[in-house]
């Protein structure tokens, strides 16, 4: 056979010939030995037109490159680690981790894709500087042991942060935390990207800034006086677009109370801790990360607002989502001619009464307002959130 291979069944003839050939053994530089070679190629030309050859797997391109090069399973200790690891990852005990596959690429020259199914493998991330045993703890990875996450710390924490802000929040806007707090910035990373993935979880509408009127967020306060006053708001907002979510616990250094962000599929988010177990904290925190999300949000729909309400902040910012909250939950001139210079508890639980709000709204104002924190421990509602 001397011409191209279009068809199957010219393959298959081709084939039992070049069998046949093989099986003769001919002189080499006789006409069979040149038939033999000819038909070879013509074989190969077909099979690599129309043959899918699978790619290698990881450890048969280990493998190829350790031929190649003429290595032993000790030469890849310094690579993944100690001699028995080496032996479970070439017997396909062990799974290549990404730090693995990082080292093997670069001294193997073996690509990403081959070893991890990805075009790039990602810049290592210090596993050092996260808090991974309480993000264990509170499930931040799912079900798995603290040996898998030892094992494979680094794993977890890349797919942890897939599509969920993986850049650290090492710029972020400093207002509304202590001047001189030390800020573990990696767990309030850590924290942010799981309030953004828990949001993305919630089916809410598309939201729209302008649905959140005056009279609709009057109507947010006057639900405070309710035993349920949490839920219905959470809800109420939820029917807005806006995504509330509760009891989600701070690291230690993150001085969290509440923050204010938007997801990936435009809606905003409210994340509460609940660091401060009381009720007047919760109404205030709530109605601050409100005025984030409608004075600020909007025109900075990237940035990241987190409020530890001790901090006294005075930037323009915090100061504008503090005037939110409080002249929303209590109008300014109510403030100042009905309210402020109430002390007994009686007074106050009537002028909640006439309002239509939580009487600890009143009570957690006029501490403030007094810079006295022991007045009014009664009407706080301490212990009631958890």
Aim: with cysteine.
């Amino acid at each position: 056979m001397n011409k191209l291979i279009k068809t199957e069944s010219d393959y298959e003839e081709a084939m039992e010939k070049l069998h046949a050939l093989m099986l003769a053994n001919p002189d080499e530089g006789t006409a069979e030995a040149d038939e033999l070679d000819l038909l070879a190629h013509l074989i190969e030309v077909y099979e690599s037109q129309t043959v899918d050859i699978p790619p290698p797997t990881p450890i048969e391109a280990i493998k190829f490159r350790m031929d190649q090069q003429g290595l032993k399973q000790k030469d890849l200790i310094p690579y993944i680690g100690n001699k028995a690891r080496v032996s479970e990852i070439l017997s396909g005990k062990r799974e290549l981790t990404m730090a693995m596959a990082r080292t093997l690429s670069r001294e193997l020259d073996i690509s990403a894709q081959t070893l991890l199914g990805i075009d790039s493998i990602p810049e290592a991330i210090d596993t050092s500087k996260y808090p991974l045993n309480q993000m264990l703890k509170l499930r931040y990875f799912g079900d798995i042991t603290i040996k898998d996450l030892k094992a494979k710390a680094e794993d977890y924490l890349h797919h942890f942060f897939q599509g969920a802000h993986q850049t650290p929040a090492l710029a972020f806007n400093r207002t509304g935390f202590k001047v001189d707090a030390k800020l573990d910035e990696y767990a309030l990373h850590a924290w942010r990207c799981n309030l953004i993935k828990e949001s993305e979880k919630v089916e809410v509408p598309i939201y729209r800034v302008e649905d959140l009127t005056d009279e609709f967020l009057s109507s947010l306060a006057m639900l405070t006086q309710f035993d349920s006053g949490k839920d219905l708001i959470i809800q109420a907002l939820r029917d807005k677009g806006v995504i509330v979510l509760t009891n989600m616990t701070h690291f230690p250094k993150t001085y969290l109370d509440g923050a204010a962000m938007m997801n990936s599929k435009g809606n905003p988010v409210i994340g509460m801790t609940f660091r401060h177990n009381r009720l007047d904290n919760f109404w205030h925190t709530l109605f601050h990360e409100l005025g984030h999300v409608i004075r600020h949000l909007p025109s900075n729909p990237n940035e990241a607002y987190f409020d530890d309400t001790e901090s006294h902040d005075n930037a323009k910012v915090e100061r504008e989502a503090d005037d939110f909250a409080l002249n929303t939950l209590i109008p300014e001139d109510t403030w100042k001619n009905e309210i402020r210079h109430l002390e007994k508890a009686g007074e106050i639980r009537a002028a909640a009464k006439r309002l239509g709000i939580c009487p600890s709204i009143i009570a957690g104002r006029l501490r403030k307002a007094n810079n006295n924190y022991r007045l009014h421990r009664t009407l706080i509602g301490s212990g009631t959130l958890r």
